[in-house]
């Protein structure tokens, strides 16, 4: 299972269909390993996974499936709740999605289930090709829940819990909206845009600071307390695809437009500190890593049969690791490793790296 590090994965994991969506917790959820989820045109899997990295004793990746839930629509987009445990009773999931069907609760009626003892709480958000957000809770035995948060006109593009408390989530759309909702369904702030919104991101601390990156370039920071902007950043590019708040370095946003990625310093200019091109078939993702504020990943567009990626160290003037996989999707860092994930046809693939 394990290959060459420096094109190829080092590790992966077969699925049962397209990966569109990949998304490691980010969370402190326990010691029960790492949960990830991932999604395609009509699911949602839970699963649970450790690497050698962190257990001398484990080949490579030991994987399980926890979940496998039936969803009916093709999922763009997926956060992870602060409040998800692996440890505490009783055990519960909830996830939002980007979708589009009205409010609905359910019990497990179509889901495929692995019980597995002594699990605690999860929760996560996910966004599907619907228009709509889905909020998901499971206790992963009998408990299973969702409802739907309507609201989007047009694609939604990113969606993020709050990351203190879990309470909130926020949402943005190719309809020039930034949304805030609570757990019960409800818009607790909306925020009109100049343009399609490409990524939201959360201050890790300060839960009234939200980072808000448009199509047209510009980021801006707004205050959740006086709704009003406090801070914009411009990329001088476009378009501006995706962007991501630094949580080692707050000071930091990253972010790619056109060919290029882009660094910001937000305490020294509104513009970047450094630019460089790095996929000449145009960028689509930008993703720091979670444990070093010099690491970051990137992803071109899908080609005709593979999807570039590159990992970024800012101390080499080059890319650290590249590699392709067939029609890449999704990508997302480990909490606590070097180490990160694409989706792809019927297959998740691990790169790890160094610091």
Not at 130 to 142: A, E, M, P, V, W
Not at 305 to 312: E, G, L
Not at 313 to 321: E, F, M, N, R
Request: with cysteine.
């Amino acid at each position: 299972m394990k290959q060459d590090a420096t094109r190829n994965p080092a590790y992966t994991v077969d699925c049962e269909d397209f990966v569109h969506v990949v998304e490691f917790n980010p969370f402190e959820s326990g010691d029960s390993g790492n949960l990830i989820a991932y999604g395609g045109n009509n699911y949602v899997v839970i699963g649970i996974c450790t690497f050698q990295e962190e257990e001398a004793d484990i080949d490579g990746i030991q994987y399980k499936t926890l979940r496998t839930f039936h969803h009916g629509v093709r999922l763009d987009g997926l956060a992870w709740s602060p409040e998800t445990r692996l440890d505490s009773l009783p055990p519960i999931i909830n996830f939002a999605c980007r979708s589009s069907h009205c409010c609905r609760l359910f019990s497990h009626g179509g889901w495929r289930i692995n019980r597995s003892p002594g699990f605690g709480s999860l929760r996560f958000c996910t966004s599907a090709s619907d228009l709509k957000i889905r909020l998901f809770t499971s206790d992963l035995q009998d408990k299973n829940e969702y409802k739907v948060l309507e609201g989007h006109s047009d694609f939604i593009n990113s969606l993020a819990f709050d990351p203190k408390e879990g309470q909130e989530i926020a949402s943005v759309s190719d309809d020039h909206t930034c949304r805030i909702w609570n757990l019960e369904g409800t818009q607790t702030a909306h925020f009109v845009l100049h343009s399609p919104g490409m990524s939201v991101c959360w201050h890790p601390e300060e839960n009234f600071k939200l980072m808000v990156a448009e199509k047209n370039g510009t980021i801006r920071f707004y205050d959740l307390v006086t709704h009003q902007a406090i801070l914009s950043l411009e990329s001088e590019q476009i378009p501006l695809m995706s962007a991501h708040w630094c949580l080692k370095n707050t000071f930091k946003v990253g972010a790619v437009a056109g060919t290029d990625w882009l660094i910001w310093d937000i305490t020294r200019s509104s513009y970047p500190q450094e630019t460089r091109p790095v996929h000449t078939d145009r960028a689509c993702v930008f993703r720091w890593s979670a444990i070093s504020e010099s690491l970051f990943a990137t992803m071109g567009y899908p080609g005709k049969m593979t999807s570039q990626f590159q990992i970024h160290h800012l101390g080499h003037p080059q890319p650290i690791l590249a590699g392709s996989v067939a029609v890449g999707s999704g990508l997302s860092w480990h909490r606590t490793l070097p180490l990160c994930v694409m989706g792809g046809d019927r297959k998740l693939s691990f790169w790890v790296t160094e610091v």
